[in-house]
């Protein structure tokens, strides 16, 4: 490094990337993430806009938690499987998401391909969820119209009568045994490509991005080695 580019880089400097990009963006997306959901700086450091498509290309973007990130190169979400997004990733399996560590000044994008979770995992997940919140998976219709408030409640009501749940129970969080939905349950996002964007001072932030190819099909995708570039801001 010149001495000239030792003055700006101090002039510019911040909680950057390293200057050799890793191989692979894991480890610091980990890092990230891991980092501001202890912080708790906001109330839901794990939230994420999630883009999906409709098979003519039109897009749509939602908020849903990131509720589990893998070192295989995956992160999960749990959603009903009838909603919007849900019918337009069994049409068109592409997604991209971004995590935004606003009080990190720290930016993920991903971007690839979505497949259900196994069925055992779901469970496994919907069974941790408070009793009203099993309740509601199967009370909402997401994403379908409803003609008012009072008739939502009511299906409220007739889910927890059909499954045995009374209001203490749902008070009490009792251990009441309220089974999963067979249209709810995780997706699977498999990266293809990570950005990692960190703020800089002046607006000279750091920027890069790694893509990479996806093998297997019917869900069991495995990732084949990372490609990494710098991009510029
Ligand atoms: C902070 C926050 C977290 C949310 N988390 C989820 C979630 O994990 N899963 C989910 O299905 N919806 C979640 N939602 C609601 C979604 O944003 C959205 O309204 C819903 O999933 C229906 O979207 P769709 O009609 O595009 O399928 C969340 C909303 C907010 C504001």
């Not at 911040?14 to 050799?20: A, D, F, N, V, Y």
């Not at 202890?38 to 999630?50: E, G, K, S, V, Y």
């Not at 009441?176 to 997706?187: K, T």
Request: proline residues 6%; glycine residues 8%; negative net charge.
């Amino acid at each position: 490094m010149s001495e000239s580019q030792k003055g700006t880089s101090e002039l510019i400097s911040g909680e950057g990337l390293p200057e050799t990009l890793p191989e692979s963006p894991l480890a610091i997306m980990h890092a990230w993430f891991e980092e501001a959901v202890a912080a708790r700086r906001t109330l839901n450091p794990d939230a994420i806009a999630l883009a999906t498509a409709d098979a003519r290309g039109v897009p749509s973007v939602r908020i849903v938690l990131c509720k589990h990130l893998d070192d295989a190169g995956y992160l999960v979400f749990y959603t009903n499987h009838n909603s919007r997004k849900g019918r337009e990733l069994a049409q068109q399996d592409q997604a991209s998401a971004v995590f935004h560590f606003d009080a990190f000044e720290r930016q993920i994008r991903v971007e690839g391909r979505v497949v259900q979770s196994p069925e055992s995992e779901s469970d496994r997940y919907f069974a941790s969820r408070s009793v009203i919140s099993r309740i509601g998976a199967w009370a909402s219709d997401q994403s379908q119209p409803i003609a008012s408030r009072e008739d939502l409640l009511e299906r409220v009501s007739r889910a927890m009568e059909r499954l045995g749940v009374g209001p203490s129970d749902v008070l009490g969080e009792s251990e009441v045994s309220v089974p999963r939905p067979p249209h709810w349950g995780g997706f699977r996002l498999w990266f293809e490509r990570v950005e990692l964007w960190a703020g800089g001072a002046g607006r000279i932030h750091d920027r890069a991005a790694w893509t990479r190819e996806l093998a297997g099909s019917d869900g069991e995708f495995s990732g084949g080695p990372w490609s990494a570039t710098r991009v510029q801001p």
